[in-house]
């Protein structure tokens, strides 16, 4: 399965954006982004997901490059809630559902 | 809608004693998931079931765990015996399509913290 690589740690002021990047270099064709996050003490959250084109939700965009190999996890206005660990995983339109997760990004929001 | 649940939220035993995970998926969730988190490593998938059948349990580290989904509803994943290194946090997730397009949405549990001594 292709694989993700993501900064260990970013750090963002509240109520200001927070751009988390995620390379994919060895993408396929038919593998979807996903995007999770796990606050703390918590399993982990679904948070967005895109296959080609950017998408928007109530939690957040997804900024995906037109080659594909790398996207953005856009938080528009950062709170302390969003503190939380950030995976970025791609999943196959094949696959029998399973999440490969990686390190993540440690995302840490100050006052 | 109640969410996933498991329990306990906490366990502790001693190496060699048996433990058993209980996890209830959202109501009319076909696909249930186990993973876990050992100590300073990453999440890693365990198992898979579609119903109560075992669609994927490539992740399954060795034959001391089980897992069960009796008439695919809740499902139980039972360690025995328990060795110090399956501490961890055990999370189960749920999601209602069949995931064969790499689309659907795994909703998971608060995790079973498991501390073997």
């Known amino acids: 399965d292709a694989k993700t690589t993501q900064p260990n740690s970013m750090e963002s002021n509240e109520e200001e954006p927070v751009h988390l990047p995620c390379n994919h270099s060895t993408i396929s064709g038919t593998d979807y982004i996903h995007w999770y996050r796990q606050l703390p003490s918590q399993g982990p959250e679904y948070v967005i997901h895109g296959l080609t084109s950017n998408v928007n939700n109530r939690m957040a965009s997804l900024a995906i490059a037109e080659d594909r190999k790398s996207s953005t996890l856009i938080l528009h206005r950062a709170t302390l809630r969003d503190a939380a660990v950030y995976y970025c995983i791609l999943r196959r339109a094949d696959s029998w559902g399973k999440l490969q997760f990686g390190a993540g990004t440690q995302v840490v929001v100050t006052p | 809608e109640a969410g996933v649940t498991q329990f306990p939220s906490h366990s502790v035993i001693e190496k060699g004693q048996t433990v058993t995970l209980r996890c209830d998926p959202i109501?009319?969730?076909?696909?249930l998931y186990w993973y876990r988190r050992v100590m300073g490593k990453e999440i890693k998938f365990l198992l898979h079931f579609v119903k109560e059948s075992k669609q994927d349990e490539s992740g399954m580290p060795n034959n001391r765990f089980l897992a069960e989904r009796t008439g695919g509803t809740y499902s139980t994943l039972k360690v025995q015996p328990a060795e110090l290194e399956d501490s961890g946090v055990y999370f189960c997730?749920?999601?209602?399509?069949?995931?064969?397009?790499?689309?659907?949405?795994?909703?998971f549990g608060p995790g079973t913290r498991l501390t073997v001594l």
């Open positions: 997730a749920s999601s209602s399509n069949g995931g064969l397009l790499g689309t659907d949405t795994q909703y």
């Open positions: 109501s009319g969730h076909d696909n």
